[in-house]
């Protein structure tokens, strides 16, 4: 089996922070790249940003940033998703996927965790 959880999802107000956390079980984590996708009601998912296997290379979707922040920690099999600066616009379901390279494009994963809700409220 192999499962993606991500956990830190909530309820926050317009300019707060939140840090979501993907944990794997991945035999060989440290040789997938992982990204952050997220999908609000009524929109089509999309890409939020992605970390490379060894986390040299980091890529955001224009919308996230400067406002964040992918980081992982090899030794744990966890990802991380730090969001500053959260605009009602964010509100949506979260989810971490792992793949064969850092990609903006779903269909580039091969797993998906089952997804966090974060809801930033006006």
């Not at 490379?52 to 224009?62: C, E, K, Q």
């Not at 090899?74 to 998703?81: D, I, R, T, W, Y």
Request: aromatic fraction near 14%; charged fraction near 15%; glycine fraction near 14%.
């Amino acid at each position: 089996q192999v499962h993606l959880v991500e956990s830190g999802g909530g309820v926050v107000q317009v300019g707060g922070s939140l840090r979501l956390s993907c944990a794997a079980s991945l035999y060989t984590f440290s040789t997938y790249a992982m990204g952050w996708f997220r999908q609000a009601p009524g929109k089509e998912r999309e890409f939020v940003g992605g970390i490379s296997r060894d986390g040299g290379s980091t890529s955001y979707a224009d919308s996230v940033k400067g406002r964040f922040f992918i980081s992982r920690d090899n030794a744990k099999k966890m990802v991380f998703l730090q969001m500053n600066g959260l605009k009602p616009e964010d509100t949506a379901v979260y989810y971490c996927a792992a793949g064969l390279e850092l990609s903006s494009k779903s269909y580039t994963y091969n797993y998906w965790g089952q997804g966090t809700q974060v809801t930033v409220s006006s």
